[in-house]
């Protein structure tokens, strides 16, 4: 109920009257305590906890192009009982990895285990080989044919690179055949390197922590429980029964909402 105040200048002796509603007013409990309506009370609370609430958190992405490269690196010319073109990369031996990374017990320069930034160390000094496509996924007899086809994998992406880079001229019935250009390519690529998000998105993959396409873990991280150190035992977990897998393996370990594809890809390319 509204009620009025009464307030008398000494001069003019005229009143005015200020009318406030009661409703407005909550009777302090103290005189030093301000009081909220509940309505504003309840306001000041989702408020806070707007400001307080963790910032959304991001997924780490790698650019296709990256990913190839990264494999291109850690593979060797091993293929299925035979060896692949020069230029070319096929599978990675489990044993081949171990020993590259330092990890196996025969390597001088043997570690228990590596950090991120020292496999980045190691990962950077590895040479690059375009890898192959495989032939024939389904079928042995097939596959021991990958080297003999030779054809690379993504060739999508190797074509538009070659490209880009002025390296080939699909309009020009003379010039070489693109095959022919994977030495050079290898070069390019390998002096670009790899950039931190993809050393990351790869080494996560390898430790076993990076997840399937949804999000969950696939394997088991060592250290300490965090995927922060990558280890022999670590690289045999996420291996499982397999003594080496192919790029399209690889690819299997790394959630594909961690690779920036570009618009033109489609699968098996």
């Known amino acids: 109920m509204p009620f009025a105040m009464l307030f008398v200048g000494p001069a003019t002796s005229l009143a005015t009257s200020l009318t406030i509603a009661a409703s407005d007013l909550i009777p302090p ?17 989702v408020i806070a906890a707007a ?10 992405t790698a650019p296709a192009l990256q990913i190839i490269v990264a494999y291109g690196k850690l593979a060797g010319r091993t293929c299925y009982g035979s060896t692949s073109p020069p230029g070319s990369s096929c599978q990675l031996p489990l044993s081949d990895l171990e020993h590259e990374l330092g990890l196996d017990s025969s390597s001088s320069s ?22 192959l496509k495989t032939y024939g996924r389904d079928s042995m007899k097939k596959l021991t044919k990958t080297a003999v086809v030779n054809k690379g994998a993504e ?3 190797y074509m538009d690179e070659l490209e880009r880079r002025g390296l080939y001229d699909r ?3 003379t010039g070489p055949l693109p095959t022919n250009l994977r030495p050079e390519m290898n070069k390019v690529l390998e002096r670009e390197g790899l950039g931190e998000d993809t050393v990351d998105v790869v080494f996560q993959a390898l430790v076993g922590a990076g997840g399937d396409a949804s999000g969950s873990s696939v ?18 977990r996420v291996f499982g029964e397999r003594d ?5 393996g690889f690819l299997e370990l790394v959630p594909n909402n961690r690779i920036n594809w570009p618009k033109y890809w489609s699968p098996g390319d």
């Open 244 to 248: 080496a897998i192919d790029y399209y």
């Open 155 to 157: 060739t999508a992406i």
């Open 51 to 60: 400001a307080t609430a963790d910032p959304p958190t991001t997924t780490t």
């Open 171 to 173: 309009r020009n019935p």
């Open 29 to 45: 409990a103290a005189p030093s305590s301000i009081h909220l309506r509940p309505s504003l009370q309840q306001s000041s609370i």
């Open 219 to 236: 394997g088991a991280a060592t250290s300490a429980g965090d995927g922060s150190l990558l280890t022999r035992e670590g690289l045999e």
């Open 110 to 131: 043997s570690s228990s285990g590596l950090t991120k930034e020292e496999f980045k160390t190691r990962l950077d000094n590895l040479p690059f080989q375009w890898p």
